[in-house]
Structures are given as structure tokens and as C-alpha cells.
């Protein structure tokens, strides 16, 4: 078993139960891991016998488009998207808001979705 990991995605999306957030958006950063039995892909050097690293990035950016109250959510629809792809069995994915609206200074607040 091995680990692929797609990390440091960045996005611009809408997430968010404040009107403003709606209207506003905010960055995100979304990180994903993949455990995979690795061993064929690396003796036959073909990307059909691994988890394809450009599917994980479409999913994390087609899910980061479609507007949510919750990254929970944003990260539970990734999460059963990715968990379906050839390969996979199992994961994390964690997306990170920038800048939350929280009354304070925070580098970010993020939510850790295992699969």
C-alpha cells in the first residue's frame, strides 16, 4: 500500500453561511490523500494501473465551484467522488478557508474528511 497526495490546491470559491461569503468568496487550499496498491504501476510504469492525480485536482476543483454553507459538505462530496476512482482505498481530504470570518486573526480554519 502507498500513498498519492495532492496537496496545496488552491482555489477561489463562495463557501460559507454569511451572506457576505456568498456575495465575496474567499481562498482555499484543499489537500487529498490517496492509500493505493502502487506496486503494479511501478513495475509497469502505466497510468492505468495507478490512482491519475489529474482526476483527484478535477474533482477538488468541480466540488470547490459548487457553492455550500459548509466545507463538511464541500468535503464529503469530494471525499465519495475520489473514494470511487481506480484504485483508491481510502483517503483524507482537508480543506483549509482562508481568512474566516471568525472576529479575529486566524491564518485559516480547516476540516479533515476521511474516507
Do not use: Q, W
Not at 504501476?41 to 465551484?65: G, K, Q
Not at 482505498?89 to 472576529?103: D, N
Amino acid at each position: 500500500m502507498g500513498k498519492i497526495e495532492v496537496t496545496g490546491m488552491e482555489f477561489y470559491a463562495y463557501h460559507g453561511c454569511m451572506e457576505e461569503e456568498a456575495r465575496v468568496g474567499g481562498k482555499y487550499l484543499v489537500d487529498v490523500t490517496v492509500e493505493a496498491g502502487l506496486g503494479k504501476a511501478a513495475e509497469t510504469d502505466s497510468l492505468r494501473d495507478t490512482v491519475d492525480y489529474v482526476a483527484i485536482y478535477s474533482i477538488a476543483r468541480e466540488e470547490m465551484a459548487v457553492r455550500s454553507r459548509l466545507i463538511e459538505t464541500v468535503a464529503g462530496r469530494m471525499a465519495c467522488r475520489i473514494k470511487d476512482l481506480n484504485g483508491v482505498h481510502s483517503g483524507t481530504v482537508i480543506i483549509k478557508k482562508l481568512s474566516a470570518p471568525v472576529g479575529g486573526v486566524v491564518h485559516h480554519v480547516s476540516v479533515t474528511f476521511p474516507f
